[in-house]
């Protein structure tokens, strides 16, 4: 059985069902600018960098807005939304609370900024938080991993990360975790070191750790 030495979480999708909200408020801008926005235009953007994101719709709506502005809406929105209630995945606040009474480091490795993260970190046992302001290279790129890794101590290539989607998977894999991933809105691809599992309710720590045994 595989020991880690820290489990590191992706937020959106993972831990928390933001992806509606997310959808919700773009759709929301859309409206604002006489445009359609559509599901497949949404699900282009899950696991992309905010400003990824800003670029895409502001192309997408032939919008007068900068990207940062467009950032600026959509976080303003899920901030608020979140401030009012959290949607948790099934089995992830289970499985982060099972792994803190074990006494492994755990990180929150997201592309949501800051004010968002804030909010669900509040109420989880993490020991550091990694937000896509904190870093210059988003995801896909290992960036966000290794700094989480680095905060808690630890080398990335010891650490077990929990994603759902495959920009998300490819950063943690980039920065040298085993990856189980549990999709939800978006398919991801099979690659070295990643398990795709269809759900983390009813498991327990044991359970990821043999995937990888």
């Known amino acids: 059985m595989t020991a880690y030495a820290a489990v590191l979480w992706d937020l959106d999708g993972t831990i928390v069902d933001t992806e509606p909200l997310w959808m ?16 497949e235009d949404g699900l282009a953007l899950v696991g992309n ?8 719709i502001r192309d997408k709506l032939e919008s007068s807005m900068t990207p ?3 950032v600026a809406f959509l976080v303003g929105r899920l901030t608020a939304a979140l401030g009012e209630h959290i949607d948790w995945r099934p089995g992830a ?5 099972a792994f ?39 995801k896909p790129h290992p960036d966000p991993y290794l700094l989480a890794a680095e905060l808690l101590g630890v080398d990335a290539s010891q650490c077990l990360a929990i994603e759902d989607s495959g920009t998300g998977a490819a950063s943690a894999n ?23 599992i269809p759900t983390l309710a009813g ?8 995937l990888f045994a």
């Open 24 to 39: 919700a408020a773009e759709h929301t801008l859309a409206e604002e600018h006489g445009k359609i926005w559509t599901e």
């Open 49 to 56: 960098s905010l400003l990824t994101s800003g670029r895409y």
């Open 68 to 70: 940062e502005e467009i």
């Open 93 to 97: 606040r289970e499985m982060i609370a």
């Open 100 to 138: 803190e009474a074990e006494g492994v480091p755990q990180s929150l490795v997201t592309m949501s900024y800051t004010s968002i993260a804030e909010i669900v970190a509040a109420s989880l046992p993490f020991k550091a938080v990694v937000t896509g302001d904190s870093v210059s290279r988003p």
């Open 174 to 196: 980039a920065a040298g975790c085993d990856v189980i991933v549990v999709p939800h809105f978006v398919n991801v691809p099979e690659a070295d070191r990643r398990v795709q």
């Open 203 to 210: 498991l327990t720590p044991d359970d990821l750790r043999e």
